[in-house]
T-cell receptor, first 111, second 122 residues
């Protein structure tokens, strides 16, 4: 059974810092891995999707990497802003069309 | 620009009552999903539908039923609510699905989520 772990569970940084969120998964037989953000009381917003054949994906200040063989992904956020404050979740996708979610990293960016 | 719409936003039920959570998407997506989110447990898949007319169990299907009414709508029914079903329920959709042709498109399209239904069972 796939297990997904996200470290750290919570993170508080001053505005402007670069930061890295980590995601590890036990089963490397995945099709892709998706990173989401969730604002309080809201649904999930897709940030980046990395296919299993890719090493990284970039969108604006966000860069996600994937090392499928070691079961790891990182989400790098450059020049963090208070608007980046949210919960960030990673979810590898399995055969059978199923995503398995980590518990998330709660990020707070202080102004 | 609605995306995925869930109703209701909030609901309180008594043990044993039944209700249906509604979900509709306007993106012409093939696949639709129901998840529940509980503190400390992340999101867990209840049921999904890879195309109109098909449904499959996810990780935690017990106590739930689903109906893929048409391509747009996917409902989740609780026949006899229990306190253990107190949770936030999310519907999601993705473009890929059965019969879309390319293997990659079935499994490599991102999920789009609704804003959730917060359900309390007393």
């Amino acid at each position: 059974k796939q297990e997904v772990t996200q470290i750290p569970a919570a993170l508080s940084v001053p505005e402007g810092e670069n930061l890295v969120l980590n995601c590890s998964f036990t089963d490397s037989a995945i099709y892709n891995l998706q990173w989401f953000r969730q604002d309080p009381g809201k649904g999930l917003t897709s940030l980046l999707l990395i296919q299993s054949s890719q090493r990284e994906q970039t969108s604006g200040r966000l860069n996600a990497s994937l090392d499928k063989s070691s079961g790891r992904s990182t989400l790098y956020i450059a020049a963090s802003q208070p608007g980046d404050s949210a919960t960030y979740l990673c979810a590898p996708k399995h055969p059978g069309n199923k995503l398995v979610f980590g518990a998330g990293t709660i990020l707070r960016v202080k102004s | 620009n609605a995306g995925v719409t869930q109703t209701p936003k909030f609901q309180v039920l008594k043990t044993g009552q039944s209700m249906t959570l509604q979900c509709a998407q306007d993106m012409n997506h093939n696949s639709m999903y129901w998840y529940r989110q509980d503190p400390g447990m992340g999101l867990r898949l209840i049921y999904y539908s890879a195309s109109e007319g098909t449904t499959d169990k996810g990780e935690v299907p017990n106590g739930y039923n689903v109906s893929r009414l048409n391509k747009r709508e996917f409902s989740l029914r609780l026949e006899s609510a229990a306190p253990s079903q107190t949770s936030v329920y999310f519907c999601a959709s993705s473009e890929g699905g059965l019969g879309t042709g390319l293997w990659g498109s079935i499994y490599n399209s991102p999920l789009h989520f609704g804003n959730g239904t917060r359900l309390t069972v007393t």
